[in-house]
């Protein structure tokens, strides 16, 4: 297995469960990547890919704004020009008809598969309080009644709210809301206790995670061999789950996936008491997370932005600013100060996940390109890789593999 994220570490557990001999290879420590500070939402409400009709006109709209969420370079390269066109020719409803039903299955899952986690005892801040989405602008919420439909037909539950109503349920929501949305299936964690809790756990299940081993990969024929500065093998099965370097590192092996960063940020502020359930604040694209400190003390995650293509983890001060903004025109809550963080979505064109095995290899097997969802699709991931390992051929993983973008 390559990258101890939560997709890594997920996988890992699922397959030394099933008794196979296990090694994690991570280059720094469990959670380096995307994995730890980002905003811990489970969310069967939001199945509708990121490539839908709409994406790309708001997309435009954005990109003329420097206090958006989401900023693309003037300059693109070659791959992220490929990537983009891609994603405009996912975005149409025919896509959308067929990622849906297979997000909510997904996420639903991996709920269920949380929830088996924590009964078990492992602390890692799970809640089933539900999310809302909630609306400013009189005519975005009205399109949103659209993708409620759709989740609606999938059988999610979903409550619309008047402006009274959601502050009745939410005092922090300030006057001037549009409307909001309940949906009480979803889920909430802690990302940075689920790593720390997954990599624990693995190591009981008797599977190893050795930090600080950096891959590369070599074809040999039809197999891919391992090689780190110390040693190389050749494993019976490599599961490549490094988050968006997994692109990088499959290219060595003749693997081409259309897997961008999409760097995303968070700010965490101890000893604020933040909303009851977890929080989107839609226009901005900015989502509230209520967690705890390690003392039990309220803390409040902000978390949000899509920079695509940006490769560095630095925090740029204008986007941080931005979100602190947008979080004072919704909420009656101090956004200063706190914990900022930076991590980068491992994004393919077409919204869904990367899950399966390459063709032209026998002995690999990639999962990644999770994008805004790898904490809420990595057990279900897991589940599928598990399966795929075994030799079985599970239905989901058709709209998964690796060799579907040509
Ligand atoms: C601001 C923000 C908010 C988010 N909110 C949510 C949310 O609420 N819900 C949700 O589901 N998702 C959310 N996401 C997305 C989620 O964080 C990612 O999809 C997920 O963490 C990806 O997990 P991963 O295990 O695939 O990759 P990562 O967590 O990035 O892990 C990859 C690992 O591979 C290691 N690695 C890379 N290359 C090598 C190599 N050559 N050798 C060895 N190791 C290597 C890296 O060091 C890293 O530890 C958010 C993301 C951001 C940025």
């Known amino acids: 297995m390559v990258g101890a994220g939560a997709v890594g570490l997920w996988c890992a557990c699922t397959l030394a469960e099933a008794g196979l001999r296990v090694t994690v290879l991570e280059r ?50 070659g791959r992220l020009w490929s990537w983009l066109w891609q994603f405009r020719r996912f975005s149409t409803p025919a896509h959308v008809r067929r990622a849906v039903p297979l997000l909510v299955r997904l996420q639903r899952r991996s709920a269920e598969l949380y929830g088996q986690l924590a009964a078990q005892g492992l602390e890692f801040g799970w809640q089933r309080a539900g999310s809302m989405s909630t609306f400013l602008d009189p005519q975005e919420y009205r399109g949103f009644l659209d993708e409620v439909e759709l989740l609606r037909q999938e059988g999610v539950a979903a409550e619309e709210m008047d402006a009274p109503s959601a502050r009745e349920w939410e005092p922090l929501l300030r006057a001037g809301l549009a409307g909001a949305v309940y949906f009480p299936e979803d889920g909430h964690l802690d990302p940075a206790a689920l790593v720390a809790a997954l990599a624990q756990r693995a190591v009981q299940l008797g599977a190893k995670v050795q930090s600080g081993t950096e891959v590369r990969l070599r074809a040999d024929g039809r197999k891919v061999t391992v090689e780190t500065p110390t040693w190389r093998a050749q494993p019976q099965l490599l599961v490549v789950a490094a988050g968006v370097w997994s692109a990088l590192l499959l290219r060595g092996v003749g693997v081409r996936l259309p897997v961008v960063p999409a760097k995303g940020y968070s700010i965490t502020v101890d000893g604020q008491a933040g909303p009851c359930c977890p929080l989107m604040l839609t226009e901005a694209r900015v989502a509230v997370t209520p967690l705890r400190g390690p003392d039990g003390s309220p803390r409040v995650r902000l978390a949000g932005t899509l920079e695509l293509g940006v490769w560095d983890s630095q925090p740029r001060s204008r986007r941080v600013d931005a979100i602190r903004k947008a979080v004072g025109r919704y909420l009656q809550l101090d956004p200063q100060g706190g914990e900022v963080w930076a991590g980068l979505r491992p994004c393919t064109p077409d919204g869904l996940p990367v899950v399966g095995r390459p063709r032209a290899l026998d002995n690999l097997l990639v999962a990644t390109g999770h994008g805004t969802l790898g904490i809420s699709l990595a057990p279900a991931t897991a589940e599928l890789v598990a399966q795929l390992a075994r030799g079985e051929d599970p239905e989901e993983v058709r709209l998964l593999r690796p060799d579907r973008f040509g």
């Open 28 to 77: 720094r420590h469990p959670g380096a990547g995307a994995s730890w500070g980002n905003a811990g939402w489970v969310v069967p409400s939001h199945s509708v890919p990121l490539a839908h009709p709409g994406a790309l006109r708001r997309g435009l709209r954005w990109l003329l704004d420097p206090e958006s969420p989401l900023y693309v370079p003037l300059r693109l390269e």
